[in-house]
């Protein structure tokens, strides 16, 4: 972890550092929770305003997670909304809301797990289901060629 904090700071400019803080801090982080992040992901005060604030707004407004678990979780900023992030909450919750899922999942286990993992332990329901519709749009978006909408 030291030489990615290391590479940050290097990289770092002032305005970026102020910008990055003033977004973590609109969405009610304190100084030590930004600074606690840093210490954990550096790389994320690389992103724009613009990713940390849609990435921000997805997990505490689509996928329901409190501000708590995101600042205890910094990591989850760091992984793509449209190629990861969104997705697999997709995937999840559509697996939840058609009774697939034996038990619940935290979100941060489902995002690290890898994409073989992943596949192998959600995206087969689908196919066994027969949303086959469903499984097709994961793969698309994670390709990235458009927005995943998985629908009942």
Not at 83 to 95: A, C, Q
Not at 104 to 109: A, D, E, F, H, I
């Amino acid at each position: 972890m030291f030489p990615h904090a290391l590479f940050s700071v290097m990289t770092l400019s002032r305005s970026r550092f102020d910008a990055t803080f003033a977004t973590l801090m609109s969405f009610g982080w304190s100084q030590p929770d930004s600074l606690a992040a840093f210490r954990k992901h550096p790389g994320i005060w690389n992103y724009s305003k613009k990713n940390i604030s849609d990435k921000v707004t997805f997990l505490m407004k689509e996928a329901g997670c409190e501000l708590t678990y995101i600042i205890g979780h910094p990591v989850l900023l760091t992984y793509s909304l449209e190629k990861r992030l969104r997705p697999r909450y997709e995937v999840m919750n559509f697996l939840d809301q058609n009774k697939l899922l034996d038990k619940g999942y935290k979100l941060l286990s489902v995002i690290l797990l890898s994409e073989e993992k992943f596949r192998n332990k959600f995206l087969f329901l689908l196919r066994k289901e027969k949303f086959i519709a469903q499984y097709d749009s994961y793969v698309v978006a994670v390709q990235g060629k458009h927005h995943v909408v998985v629908e009942n």
